[in-house]
């Protein structure tokens, strides 16, 4: 058998989805979603803590670094692009210049 929107199966019967706040009933009908800008803990919705040079993701439920900053645990931490490198096309990274290889946090030039 199936159940109804709003509510999903438990043992021989159907019972209703029990929605918290900040959240919204999903598309299947049978469980349901964090409202934008918070994500599931268990069974609520938390804010999604967004740190300093940080911005919400495009999902709403996450968050990534501004250009020139990468995530650093719970932060966002700026880096350093060094001599004989570019920044990276995602703004998150660098990459070294043609005719030089990343070697640690440097570009060494290429042998060869």
Same mark, same amino acid.
């Given at each position: 058998f199936d159940c109804n929107r709003g509510f999903r199966r438990s043992g021989g019967s159907c019972v209703p989805v029990e929605v918290p706040g900040q959240a919204h009933l999903a598309a299947s009908?049978?469980?349901?979603?964090c409202?934008?800008?918070f994500r599931r803990s268990g069974d609520s919705c938390? =804010?999604?803590?967004?740190p300093e040079h940080g911005?919400? =993701?495009s999902s709403g439920r996450d968050w990534e670094c501004e250009r020139s900053y990468?995530?650093?645990?719970r932060t966002c931490e700026l880096f350093t692009v060094p001599a004989n490198a570019h920044l990276g096309y995602s703004g998150n990274d660098w990459s070294c210049n043609p005719g030089y290889r990343r070697l640690g946090e440097?570009? =060494?030039r290429a042998e060869g």
């Open positions: 009908g049978r469980d349901w979603e409202n934008r800008e938390v =804010a999604v803590e967004v911005y919400l =993701a990468r995530r650093s645990g440097s570009c =060494a």
